[in-house]
Structure formats: C-alpha cells, structure tokens
C-alpha cells in the first residue's frame, strides 16, 4: 500500500509542476496533461486542508467547553 503524502509534500511537488511551465523544459506538447496533473494535486491539497481545519475546529470546541 502506498505511503499517503503530507500536505507539504504535495505543495512542494505542486510548486515543482508549476516552475515546469516557465522552466527551459517547458514542452506545448505535455502542457495540457501536466496542467491536469497540477489540477488534481491542487484539488487534493484543498481537501486534505478542509480535513485539517475540521479537525483543528473539533479540538477547539474540546478546548473551549465551560
């Protein structure tokens, strides 16, 4: 099974896929699909923080409670 991979790990890896579009290696032939790509992480990342600030939510009402 493999490993699931932290919220830094796919901003870092976000930010790697958007510096390929101003980098040398850019290629108009893979551009469409690496867009895609950074799409899906993006949308990964935005569901993974939802999750995060849920939880950190919860933990505050735990903390708040009189």
Known sequence: MA???SITDK????EQATEW???DDFKLEQASS???????LEKEIEK???E????IEVIEK????D
Do not use: M, Q, V
């Not at 901003?11 to 976000?14: D, H, P, R, V």
């Not at 690496?34 to 899906?40: L, M, T």
């Not at 995060?52 to 939880?55: G, H, Q």
């Not at 735990?62 to 409670?65: G, Q």
């Open 52 to 55: 995060l600030k849920n939880k």
């Open 11 to 14: 901003i870092a890896e976000l």
């Open 21 to 23: 579009f101003y980098s």
């Open 3 to 5: 490993e699931k991979k």
């Open 34 to 40: 690496r867009y895609e790509a950074a799409i899906k």
């Open 48 to 50: 993974d923080l939802g």
């Open 62 to 65: 735990d903390f708040t409670k």
